[in-house]
């Protein structure tokens, strides 16, 4: 379709002891799918502040160490929308879950999972981080995926 760019979207797979926090989508594209905290990269941000600033917005926790796990190309999967999503990988610094999520409008709950005992469906390209941080190739093309 003429004059239709893709966006890019920014997905983390956040650890704590282990575990590994998803959400109950709800709302837009992936309505009941379990996925990451995430969202799309704002102009003059770096995919880190993304990652941070939208944890931040999402589950009000804190975190470090957030670093580049993987790049999707999705084309099919959510069709007419086109991402370029780029996985990155965080560890878990400070807070708790609230009780109550904080942006109800878009995740039913978060929870943490143990990586071999993850809740299905999973959401967009998050099968993808599974596999490129179980693989731990964090290399260029290796970690290039497309659907």
Known sequence: MEGQKPQVGIGVLVFRDGKV???RRKGSHGSGQYGGPGGHLEYMESPQECAER???EETGITVC????LCLTNLLKRYVPKHYIDIGMVADWESGELPDE??????CEYW???DLDDLPTPLFGAVGNYIQAYKTAGNLF???YFTD
Request: charged share 30%; net charge negative.
């Open 65 to 68: 160490n957030i670093r580049f």
């Open 21 to 23: 926090l998803l959400g």
């Open 101 to 106: 999520p904080l942006e109800p409008e878009k």
């Open 141 to 143: 093309p290796n970690n």
């Open 54 to 56: 939208e944890i931040r």
């Open 111 to 113: 929870d943490w999972y």
